[in-house]
Structure formats: structure tokens, C-alpha cells
């Protein structure tokens, strides 16, 4: 398929603009401090008793971006700094006039949202594109991630200015509270970071306090709306001396064991391990990567839906380096890797270039999903498949850059050629940011197929968006289009066989009190034809999103579509609503509501009714109790106050009791009325740092009979141990 006069009227738009206007230049202003190298070691205990602070760059310019911008902060912060061979050293002095209300619990590692906390972000590369992230709560409790400035939507990041927290690393961390406030102290070592591989080190620095129930955002470098971006709102820290460069090797074997009701326990071995080419180069190499049931996915409801259901990864392997791989379209899904034998990886930064290579053998692959080729269902053999995937990236002034991307899917019935079937994507991307409050990001892509017998062509996809966000006004739109025999087997597409262009507006009214800091209307239109030119989808959308009081926010849709199934145009109206609020230290919650038109997919479709009823909350009546709970209900008539077609009900439960820091009980239940299936898993977990962990627990699955009696479907017993050796 050609380029279309559609293509061509964006592409001359974004041309036009870029004409213009230039580039953004980067943040030029006086907030770069430099680190002295500290003499001797400070202890980790939350106590700022040691002299060694006073030898410490010192900060103490903090400014509110929450809830009111520009403000001075409510309470005094200040921040040393310093640094030896091995660490970079931080403590923070956080005072507060109500000591009482400071948010903290004792929780595990990485889930202290609703907390009060310091948040350290690190641009390593000072690329203004990509920080490593230290979050500690005031017990001393920490999170980290990776925060990317350019982040694919509706992907677990935690929010729109969050990070994502599946990334782990080691370091020390330690906080004391007291008549005054808290005080944190943490030591990062140079092995946990990627960094250029030069003698002067010249990193991006933004540091964040967060208190909780005044709503409340403070920040080093002042943070403005009238900004597009966060990372080029970042201070600078110059480190002058010499520190610890890569060349590490790590080793984490993993033994798990499994037993089934009376069976025998099923020993299991895996092995990572990891080199530190330089300090900003890395190879990975994993044996039988772990994908045990300590983590489980939450529920999902899969009644009545036309597309598959997105769940994130969770496997460490593959979660190493994990944004290098992102693209506008997402090529590089690894939840398909599905039971990997073995894995390599390299990835890393060298100047102004970003690499990324992945490799592993897959021993039960899904098959190659193109048009007249066998499906899932319609298979009775073994595959297996090799998955390789290369990313290039190339920087562009500080916020922009440009890649390409490769991903290759080999796979053949086992004891056969592997190189039977195949699925071969590339393409090239970038993202480009100019005049301060536009960005405009492209992608275009192609792929060749064979299943069996069938083979297609060089078929084509492609993305291109365009956005402008200011303090006020945002604007937005976005072209995609995916050919039919299109196919990404390393990717997560919930359609193919698409024209879809899709634009927003919204203003942002800004009352900054202590009630309401902002409220967002918009208007949002969306059109959806395939190759043939048939409308399929149509859509008007206006939305309300109000945030104040207490991490409180309202957000409201009305939609008026077409949605086109099975040959057949519906019309449909529908409302929804979420209402979301911190109102105390120890209760969080969540009610959301939608009813309106929706489609019955079938063979023979109608439009019928649905409501969908869902309420989260969380308890924490001890400061090391958290309880969760989480409903889901969904209904759907023949019509509005007609006949129940179905209703499903999904209840979770998670109870969580923090022992100590490293030692913690953990109860999950899950209930789903419409499959009558019942899930009970209990957990004991010792974590003494990311890596080094110890895990046994109890999985219970039951199933109700039509009888109404419940019956065991399966009990499994487990246990894993795994220990990370830095050498």
C-alpha cells in the first residue's frame, strides 16, 4: 500500500510546524552543584550524626509544584550529598510541623504509594530522556525504577509523571522519625548504575519530597507547567574524582520446587547472570528464567471481550533494559516469550547511542497469527521458536532521537527446522521535540510471515502523533495504520487491518487551592476505517478530570460511537466515572461506574445493556498491615431494565503483614462467580535485598460444581530460593 493523501496531509503539517519553529534548547540556569568525595564512609541508620555530612554538598532550595506552583514549601528539606570510589551518598532532612501526620508503614519493597517519601532521580547520561529513580518512605522502605520521558500509554508506569517499579537494583537505605520530622540516608552503589564511560561524571539531578496529606509536591530544580517535559527540568551534579567503573560480574542461581496435592516435589534450577562490560555496556545471560506463582496476575474479566487482555511482565530477565525496546508501536511485548529455555541480552549506552539486543529459545511458542493460517485451537504439536529482537537508538539534541528495530521469530514443530515458519518485523521510529511545547513521534514498519503453508508479502504499519502540552492547552493527534497481513510475534496488537486517526483537546483551568488543583475538560474524536475504506469505528468523546483534596481526583467520559461488528454498524451511548481519594493515613479507595449501549460478540451480534460496577480499597489499621480488596462487577441485558444476559462477579483480596523489613506473610483470594472458581494462595517471604530472597507457600485452586459443592482442582506446594552474588 502506498502512501495515502491522508499520510501525506499529516506529514506536510508536521513539516510546516517544524519549519517554524527549533528545537528546545536545554535548561540553562544555576542549579548544578558539584559533589565532593567523602574521606570515610557514613553509617546507614537514619541518623545524621556522622561528621562526614558536613563535608556534603548541601541543598535546600525547594520549591512547591503541588498544589500550588511556585510556592514556597510548607515545611523546611534539605538535602547532602557526597560521594566515595564505591557510593554515592544522600541523606535528607525532612521537617515537619505535625510529626503525627506523617504517612509510613512498613510494607514490602516497592509498594510505599501513599506514603510520604524523598524521590531521587538520576539521568546518568544527562540525555534529558531516561533517570534511574530512589524512592525511600520515612521507615526507611524502598522502591526504584526506571523513568522514561516518552512512555507508551496504558502500560503500568504508575502514572503519568510515575516511573516504572519493575526494574530492582541494590542499594542501602535507612530512615529515622522524630519530634522534628525524618531523616533518610541512603548509599547507591556505582555497580547498581549505567553511566558514561568517562573520567568526569555530569548527571542530571532532580530531587522530590512528597507529603502526602497537605497533597503536597516539593522539588529542587522548580518544576513549571509552562515546561514540556520533566527530565530538562532537572538539575545538574558534578562528580570530579574517580568512581567504581562496570566490569562487574553478578551471578543469581534460582532453585525452585514444586509439588502437586500427594506427588513427588519437582525440583527446578535456573541461572542469571550478568557482566558489566564497561560502566555503561551490559550482557545478560539466563538459564530456565523463573516465572513462578510468587507473582500472580490480578483477575481480569474475559467474558464478552472482542480483544485480548494486556498483562505486564514480571520475569527479571526480561524486565532488565526493558524501555530500550519501546516504540510508539509495541513491537516487543516478551509476555509471548512464553517458557524460555535460555536468554542473552545486551544493552546499554555508548555517547549518544543506545543498544539493545535480545535472544531466546522459546519451548512453547504461540503460533504465527496471519490470515488462513492454523490458530491455537486447531494445533495438536509441539513448537518451538527462537525470538531475536535488535534496537538502535540515536540521540537528537537532548529530547529528541531517532531508532530502528528489528524482531525475528523462527520457529519450527520440534525435532523439525526451526526456520520452517518464520515472522520477520523492522522499521525505524523517532520522537522529536521542538518549540518548547511540541513533540512529534513517527514510526514506520514492515513485516513478512509464513505458517505452514501460507506466507504473505512485505506488509506495511506505520504511527505518527503529534502533540502540544502547555500549562494550559494541550492538543493532540494521532494516525496509525496496520495492514491486514501485518504481523508483529514478538508484539502485543490488539487490531490489525486499520486506518485510525484520533485528536484531543483540553484546557487546563488551574484553581491551585486546597480543594481543587486543577481542572481538566476535553474533547476527544476518534475514526477507525480498514483497507477497504468501511467505516468500522467512530467516536466522540467529552471528559472531565478534576484532582485536589488529599490525592483526590473525579474523572467522567461521556461517548456517543460506531463501532462496526460482524457486518453490522451499532450505534452506542455510554457514561463513565471514577472517583479516587486518600482521605486518611490508613484508608485509600477507589469507585468506578460506567453504563450505557454495548455489543454481544457473537456470530449473530445485538446491541444489548451493560453496567460495570468496580470499588477498590485499601486498609492499613497497623502501620505494618496493609489489606486490599477489590471488586468487579459486570452485567449485560438483552436491553436497558431487559432480560440478564450474564453477570459476572470478581472479588480479590490481599492481606499483607510486614514482620520486618525483610519478613512478611501474604494472603491472596480470588473469587469468580461466572467460572465458579475459587484461588487461595498463602505466602511466607523473606526479601533481604532484591535478588536474594527466600519464598514458601500454599497455591489452593477449587471449582463449584453444578451441585453447588466445592472441589479441589489442585494443590500446589512451593518453594524458591535464589541468591545475587556483585563479584
Known amino acids: 500500500m502506498g502512501i495515502t493523501k491522508q499520510h501525506s496531509l499529516f506529514i506536510f503539517l508536521f513539516c510546516s510546524l517544524l519549519a517554524l519553529t527549533s528545537f528546545a534548547r536545554e535548561n540553562e540556569d544555576n542549579y548544578t552543584i558539584k559533589i565532593p568525595e567523602f574521606t570515610e564512609s557514613p553509617k546507614i541508620d537514619g541518623i545524621l550524626e556522622n561528621s562526614i555530612w558536613e563535608k556534603s554538598a548541601v541543598i535546600r532550595t525547594f520549591t512547591q509544584y503541588e498544589p500550588q506552583e ?82 507508551r ?10 516511573y516504572d517499579r519493575n526494574w530492582d537494583t541494590f542499594f542501602l537505605s535507612n530512615a529515622k522519625k522524630d519530634d522534628s520530622g525524618y531523616t533518610i540516608e ?15 561524571q555530569v548527571w542530571g539531578l532532580q530531587v522530590m519530597r512528597t507529603i502526602r496529606r497537605k497533597n503536597e509536591e516539593i522539588y529542587w530544580h522548580p518544576r513549571s507547567r ?52 564497561t560502566s555503561d555496556l551490559t550482557a545478560d545471560i539466563t538459564y530456565n528464567p523463573d516465572f513462578s506463582q510468587i507473582e500472580s496476575d490480578m483477575p481480569q474479566i474475559d467474558v464478552n471481550q472482542r480483544y485480548a487482555l494486556y498483562y505486564p511482565e514480571k520475569r527479571p530477565f526480561f524486565l532488565e533494559g526493558k524501555d530500550f525496546f519501546d516504540t510508539p508501536l509495541e513491537l516487543v511485548y516478551t509476555r509471548k516469550i512464553i517458557d524460555p529455555l535460555w536468554g542473552v541480552k545486551f544493552s546499554g549506552k555508548t555517547g549518544q547511542t543506545t543498544i539493545g539486543f535480545l535472544s531466546a529459545y522459546d519451548e512453547n511458542p504461540p503460533v504465527i497469527d496471519i490470515p488462513g493460517a492454523p490458530d491455537d485451537d486447531e494445533n495438536s504439536y509441539n513448537y518451538n521458536a527462537m525470538v531475536n529482537v535488535f534496537r538502535l537508538k540515536r540521540d537528537l539534541y537532548s529530547e529528541s532521537h531517532i531508532g530502528f528495530i528489528l524482531t525475528d521469530k ?37 513485516s513478512m510471515s509464513k505458517m ?58 488551574l484553581p491551585q487551592n486546597d480543594l481543587v488543583i486543577s481542572i481538566r475538560p476535553s474533547f476527544e474524536y476518534r475514526r477507525i476505517s480498514d483497507f477497504d475504506n468501511t467505516l468500522t469505528d467512530e467516536d466522540l468523546q467529552f471528559s472531565l478530570f478534576v484532582n485536589g483534596w488529599r490525592q483526590s481526583y473525579f474523572w467522567a467520559t461521556y461517548s456517543d460511537e460506531m463501532e462496526r461488528y460482524e457486518g453490522v454498524n451499532f450505534e452506542k ?49 497497623l502501620t505494618n498491615l496493609r489489606l486490599y480488596y477489590n471488586f468487579r462487577n459486570d452485567i449485560f441485558s438483552e436491553e436497558k431494565g431487559g432480560n440478564k444476559v450474564y453477570e459476572v462477579n470478581i472479588i480479590s483480596q490481599r492481606i499483607n503483614l510486614q ?69
Not at 186 to 200: D, G, H, M, V, Y
Not at 231 to 252: P, R, Y
Open 452 to 509: 505452514e503453508d501460507v506466507t504473505t508479502d512485505f506488509s506495511p504499519a506505520m504511527n505518527l502523533s503529534l502533540s502540544r502540552t502547555a500549562r494550559h492547552l494541550t492538543l493532540s493527534a494521532n494516525w496509525t495504520s496496520i495492514h491486514p497481513d501485518f504481523e508483529a510475534a514478538t508484539g502485543f496488537f490488539r487490531r490489525k487491518d486499520i486506518h485510525s486517526f484520533n485528536s484531543r483537546i483540553g484546557y487546563n483551568f
Open 659 to 727: 514482620l520486618t523489613r525483610a519478613l512478611s506473610l501474604r494472603l491472596i483470594t480470588d473469587y469468580d462467580d461466572y467460572d465458579k472458581d475459587l484461588y487461595n494462595s498463602v505466602l511466607l517471604s523473606y526479601e533481604y535485598r532484591p535478588g536474594t530472597v527466600f519464598y514458601i507457600g500454599i497455591d489452593d485452586n477449587r471449582a463449584q460444581d453444578d451441585s453447588g459443592i466445592w472441589r479441589g482442582e489442585g494443590r500446589y506446594y512451593f518453594i524458591k530460593f535464589s541468591y545475587w552474588w556483585r563479584i
Open 186 to 200: 541512603i548509599a547507591i552503589p556505582f555497580k547498581s548504575l549505567r553511566f558514561p564511560n568517562t573520567e568526569t
Open 153 to 162: 500509554r496504558g502500560r503500568g508506569r504508575g502514572g503519568f509523571f510515575g
Open 226 to 277: 509552562d515546561i514540556n517535559g520533566f527530565l530538562i527540568q532537572a538539575g545538574t551534579m558534578e562528580i570530579n574524582g574517580a568512581i567504581e567503573k562496570g566490569k562487574n560480574f553478578e551471578v543469581m542461581p534460582v532453585l525452585t520446587g514444586m509439588k502437586q496435592d500427594e506427588g513427588k516435589i519437582e525440583p527446578e534450577a535456573s541461572l542469571n547472570l550478568k557482566y558489566g562490560i
Open 70 to 151: 511556585g510556592a514556597e514549601p510548607s515545611e523546611k528539606t534539605i538535602v547532602y550529598i557526597g560521594y566515595n570510589k564505591k557510593n554515592l551518598y544522600i541523606a535528607v532532612r525532612c521537617y515537619d510541623s505535625n510529626p503525627k501526620g506523617i504517612r509510613a508503614c512498613l510494607t514490602q519493597r516497592d509498594s510505599i504509594q501513599g506514603d510520604d517519601d524523598v524521590t531521587i532521580y538520576l539521568d546518568t547520561f544527562n540525555d534529558k530522556k531516561r533517570a534511574f529513580v530512589f524512592q525511600v518512605n520515612p521507615c526507611g522502605i524502598q522502591a526504584d525504577g526506571i523513568y522514561t520521558e516518552v512512555r
Open 573 to 621: 451511548k455510554s457514561f463513565r466515572g471514577n472517583f479516587s481519594s486518600e482521605p486518611f493515613s490508613w484508608l485509600s479507595g477507589n469507585i468506578s461506574y460506567s453504563f450505557g449501549d454495548s455489543i454481544y460478540y457473537d456470530e449473530n451480534p445485538y446491541l444489548g445493556y451493560k453496567t460495570s460496577l468496580g470499588i477498590r480499597l485499601t486498609l492499613k489499621p
Open 410 to 446: 523462527e520457529m519450527g514443530r520440534s525435532g523439525n527446522s526451526l526456520t520452517d515458519n518464520y515472522n520477520r518485523a523492522l522499521g525505524f521510529d523517532g520522537h522529536l521535540k521542538f518549540s518548547n511545547y511540541y513533540r512529534f513521534s513517527f514510526q514506520f514498519l514492515g
